[in-house]
């Protein structure tokens, strides 16, 4: 049985011993599927209340492998409805974690500046902050091999004003497309880590 679905019986265990009544219907159902044998069943009607009983069940279900969880949901369906909603909701409710932070998230990126073009302070920040990545990431705003090749042959000496020359010649090219949002779309892409650029767009 899935850990998620023994810790919920286990948490649960009260509230099914003091609700559920386990019936001939419920032990006949899961007996059929294959989920409790016949010296289970045995076990079971032996115990000289219901409320021993149900905790016998709960007892005996987590070792009964993969599907017990759901042929016991099953089983509730036409006399304990109520019983299997509020597992499965509980259920649902331990599953919900929040969603991962989005990659503008991730970098510490103003929600504001998203839509913005790029200032060239921002420019040459983000210039000093890429090293070996920065082709991938101009090819991927636009431009050409024989662009990055002019940024070479221009700044043969200085890595950072290649760059900052091909993002300025982007910047440019495109206007009020050039947006922050753009940028960061292919700083993705190059898989850059947000953490190098958590300081670039303060």
Request: aromatic letters at 6%; one cysteine or more.
């Amino acid at each position: 049985m899935d850990p998620k679905h023994k810790k919920l019986l286990r948490s649960q265990r009260l509230f099914l011993a003091e609700e559920l009544l386990v019936d001939d219907m419920i032990i006949q159902y899961l007996f059929q599927e294959e989920i409790l044998t016949e010296s289970h069943l045995e076990e079971i009607q032996s115990e000289s209340s219901n409320r021993k009983k149900t905790l016998k069940l709960l007892d005996i279900l987590p070792t009964r492998g993969s599907h017990a969880f759901h042929h016991f949901i099953q089983s509730l369906e036409k006399d304990f409805p109520w019983i299997k909603d509020k597992l499965l909701r509980l259920y649902a409710e331990d599953n919900e974690s929040p969603p991962p932070p989005s990659f503008t998230d991730q970098c510490g990126v103003p929600d504001h500046i998203l839509p913005t073009v790029p200032t060239t302070q921002h420019l040459n920040r983000l210039a000093a902050h890429l090293s070996s990545e920065w082709k991938s990431v101009l090819l991927d705003l636009g431009l050409s091999s024989a662009d990055l090749y002019r940024c070479c042959a221009d700044h043969p000496l200085a890595v950072q004003s290649q760059v900052l020359a091909g993002l300025v010649m982007w910047m440019q090219r495109n206007g009020r497309e050039a947006t922050v949002r753009r940028l960061l779309q292919s700083l993705q892409a190059a898989d850059i880590p947000p953490s190098v650029l958590q300081q670039v767009f303060v």
